[in-house]
């Protein structure tokens, strides 16, 4: 899997590769960004009172991680043979996860603007599951929101308000921060952390895209007065239309809005995305999901 990855994102390409997989009749798809590996079904070890999707846990080499059962998360029906399913070992937010899935069929290489968001009738009030739809070969691809899916099960691996609590009193301030997050469960989460955390002048946006065509607006209109507009831009990497990393590089290759700064608020961060950031002109990298370090350097960027 890491032979396959390449340097897609290295330039702000908009690219990204994704894993077919499927459950039942049923075909989802995960950023290659995510996943470390694919295996055969391992027979795991049971753990008593955890949640119900927990299917147990297993030492594939040095150390140990959960599997989750990925159809019944989803209520869809089982495999008749579990030895038959594959795990896809997954690495984000600092953590390995093994997802047990019926099928791997491929790894797609495609653009970020051909990935829809699904409409929002499909979920109605409720956070969806689905980040994002791709066709392909005639069929849908659904993106599955994984952060969504291990926080549900495991609370902790979330965005901790207790970490805003320890910041102690704070001075309220109108600095105006614009945020560029697909998943509405974080983006809800960010946004209340922030505010938590004293500021007041939040402007969510669901892809980079949008977060472009808004600061182009500002430049357009008052390039003067832009940080009245927007003093700091956090973005995700992972978005429809528009990823980060290639909206960072649209922000820093712009003469008016290069010296905006920008953080890079993702999952996905590790050594070789580090470098990818950095080398598109972000100025600071934080790993979802440190809220108190993300709130600590945008006190030092604009405050």
Known sequence: MENNKGILLESGTNELEIV???????TFGINVAKVREIMPYT???TVPNSHPCIKGIFKPRDSVMAVIDLPRYLNLPAAEDDNKNLFIIANFNKLYTA???????????????DIEKPDSTLYGDKEGLITGIVK??????MILDFEKILVDISPQTGIQMSEIDRLGQRKRTDKPIVIAEDSEMLTKMLYDALTKAGYTSITTLPNGKEAWDLLETFKKDTPQKLKEHVACVITDIEMPQMDGHRLTKLIKDDEVLRKLPVIIFSSLIN????RKGEALGADAQVTKPE????VGLIDKLIL
């Open 20 to 26: 077919e997989f499927k459950i039942a009749d049923n």
């Open 271 to 274: 050594e070789e995305m580090r």
């Open 43 to 45: 027979k795991v070890t």
């Open 99 to 113: 997802f047990q899935v019926h099928s791997v069929v491929g790894i797609h290489r495609i653009s970020w603007t």
């Open 136 to 141: 392909l070969s005639g069929k849908l691809i």
């Open 291 to 294: 809220i108190g370090n993300l």
